[in-house]
């Protein structure tokens, strides 16, 4: 049996998740613009401004699109589903055994909110 862990105690925090979301998207955005910024000069040339200033504007672009994405996205996919005070209380006491148990619930909850 695995010893249970401090709530709030153990884990990166959200900037922390967020800063890694952005280096992973960094490197993977570097990459891709490696790779297509390369296949753009090989394919297109150059252009006036010179190889390596062409494929350091891929590669610093997509690293900037990827980078921002991840991090938000690493974020997102961290903050908890019962984040707003509103949804703690009434999740607490939701115990569902069922599909059929669970369908009726959420019946039961739209024909309250069209009563409302």
Known sequence: MAAPVPHGHGGPSIWQK??????MGGGVG???????GSWSIIRGGAGPRGAMATLSQYMLSSAATFS???AI????????FYASPQLVGPLAAINIRSKSE???????????????
């Open 102 to 116: 669970g369908f009726q619930l959420m019946k039961a909850r739209w024909e309250a909110e069209r009563r409302r």
């Open 18 to 23: 967020m800063k890694m979301g952005a280096l």
């Open 73 to 80: 996205g690493s974020v997102i996919r961290t903050e908890p």
């Open 68 to 70: 921002f994405f991840l």
């Open 30 to 36: 570097l990459t891709i613009g490696f790779i297509f």
